[in-house]
């Protein structure tokens, strides 16, 4: 008997093995599943090398397989694009340029669903969902900006909305993030206040 867990390499639609350029500009990552008979409930990933492994439970149908899959690729691959983003250094530019205040701390947060991202004031920490590192720089800049006005501004009132306005995309990307917000019907990121 062949106790060896079975692997599957998931190929994504629309992409051929042999354009690997093509899927590391999508997928910067290739995909194994592995159905694990000791795993009962969870479902775990590990990025090793240019391969993502993500165990499943060996109940699982294929639908829930392929549902996991797309998950946890899309968490991986939101943690590696904000590789290419220094946040320290983009919101101490920008509290400069706006003449804002600087935070005592900036990070990534891959488990925020319900905010784009939060300022605490009692900390001077600011944490900005991963969700926002595929975004163009200017919509991240923005909501770095609206982060730093509120360790000056603790509301949503004019005095607020007069500092985040020196950012000059302010309008424009308030408008990218209320149609992102849009974009998938029921969203968390729906009642985002982003706006005047």
Known sequence: MNTRP????LQLPGFEPSVADTIDSVQPFRVEVL????RKSTVGAQLIGGVLHITVPSWMSR???AEWVEKMSASFRR?????RIDLRAR???LSRRHDLPRPREIRWDDAMTARWA???LDTGAIRISTRLAAFPNW???YVIVHELCHMEVAGHGPDFWQLVNRYPKAERAV???IAKSGERDGDEFADADFSA
């Open 6 to 9: 079975k692997i599957n390499t």
């Open 35 to 38: 159905r694990s008979k000791r």
């Open 63 to 65: 639908i829930e397989e």
């Open 79 to 83: 943690q590696l694009s904000t590789d």
């Open 91 to 93: 919101a101490l530019a």
């Open 118 to 120: 939060t300022c605490t």
């Open 139 to 141: 919509v991240i800049d």
């Open 175 to 177: 408008g990218y993030l």
